[in-house]
Nanobody, 121 residues
Framework: QVQLVESGGGLVQPGGSLRLSCEAS????????IGWFRQAPGKEREVVSC????????YYADPVKGRFTASRVNVNGTVYLQMNSLKPEDTAVYYC??????????????WGQGAEVTVSS
């Protein structure tokens, strides 16, 4: 069973940066397609970014394009979401999701517990 764990959330001022990490217990994420999602209070979950299992395809939702960068370190399989120029509207719980040999976007089988990101002065 693949268990995903996100870390790196927190409180940051507008304009600041955070880096979320997503790791898996028992496996490395090198061969998984990864999706990053977020859910703000009172809103539906939305996709933020995804990478396919090859790393060749990356997608960013329009609200985060140019500010967020998704990456994967193949040595340890950790996946990151670097978030720069954060805005109050980025406040949400962020989730990573994974699918073995997945595409971008994928149909994700495994989900993390979420990392809370609050952007406020």
């Amino acid at each position: 069973q693949v268990q995903l764990v996100e870390s790196g959330g927190g409180l940051v001022q507008p304009g600041g940066s955070l880096r979320l990490s997503c790791e898996a217990s028992g496996v490395v994420l090198n061969y998984f397609g990864i999706g990053w999602f977020r859910q703000a209070p009172g809103k539906e979950r939305e996709v933020v970014s995804c990478l396919d299992s090859s790393g060749g395809n990356v997608y960013y939702a329009d609200p985060v394009k140019g500010r967020f960068t998704a990456s994967r370190v193949n040595v340890n399989g950790t996946v990151y979401l670097q978030m720069n120029s954060l805005k109050p509207e980025d406040t949400a719980v962020y989730y990573c999701a994974a699918e073995l040999w997945g595409m971008c976007p994928g149909t994700y089988d495994y989900w993390g517990q979420g990392a809370e990101v609050t952007v406020s002065s």
